[in-house]
């Protein structure tokens, strides 16, 4: 469903979300895709993915375990190797952002992906941060993920941290930044459904201004 900007011209709704573990960017942007009527895009890479073991290596760190459920590489690293790692990142930055602005193109609510960032500067676009106090972001995501309080808690410390550490390593700039956004919403006070009708309304204001 398109927008009409107030220069007349058809502007598709986009909407990228970023959220501190919890805090409900699944549901809230699949149903903010759907009042919208445009595709609804996750995270690159889902807990259970950042939860796996990583490969068999010396390098044991959070970073290895990212890199690995995306496809790329994360060692100890010397000589050589060092510049075939940096360009692995390069490239990886690059199908990212041209991922991210071809969704874009067709109209999208996207979570993750330096979505933000990479569409600053795109009329119309609204960037919205969700956020809520930890023991109800880790109490939700036990009750939704079907694991105990404990392992929420422990994904929680995990990603919170292992997601702003690989856009500030890949794009060098902090997500949990709230300037960055249009929007800073806290679910655990407002509730999933409040936070959708004012993610729809904020999205439909903000490109008829485009």
């Known amino acids: ?56 290596r010396a390098d044991d760190s959070l970073l290895s375990r990212v890199y690995s459920a995306m496809g790329g590489s994360y060692a100890a690293l010397e000589g050589p190797a060092v510049a075939m790692f940096q360009q692995d990142e390069h490239d990886m930055v690059l199908r990212n ?10 109209g999208a609510v996207i979570v993750g992906h330096n979505g933000a960032l990479i569409l600053a500067d795109r009329p119309g676009a609204l960037h919205v941060l969700l956020d809520a106090p930890k023991q109800w972001r880790i109490a939700r995501a ?39 956004y249009d929007l800073v919403l806290n679910t655990g006070t407002l509730g999933l459904d409040a936070c959708v009708e004012i993610v729809v309304h904020a999205s439909r204001v903000k490109a008829a201004a485009a």
């Open 142 to 180: 036990a009750r939704t993920s079907g694991i105990d309080p404990a392992r929420a808690a422990r994904r929680q410390s995990r990603e919170d941290q292992i997601r702003a550490d690989m856009s500030i390593r890949l794009y060098g700039w902090d997500p949990r930044e709230p300037s960055r």
């Open 1 to 56: 469903m398109s927008a009409t900007s107030s220069s007349g011209r058809a502007v598709r709704p986009v909407v990228t979300l970023f959220e501190s573990f919890g805090s409900g960017a699944q549901e809230v942007g699949s149903r903010v895709a759907d009042a919208l009527g445009v595709m609804f895009h996750a995270q690159a890479f889902s807990s259970e993915e950042l939860e796996a073991p990583a490969p068999d």
């Open 97 to 106: 952002t041209r991922w991210v602005r071809e969704a874009a193109e067709a």
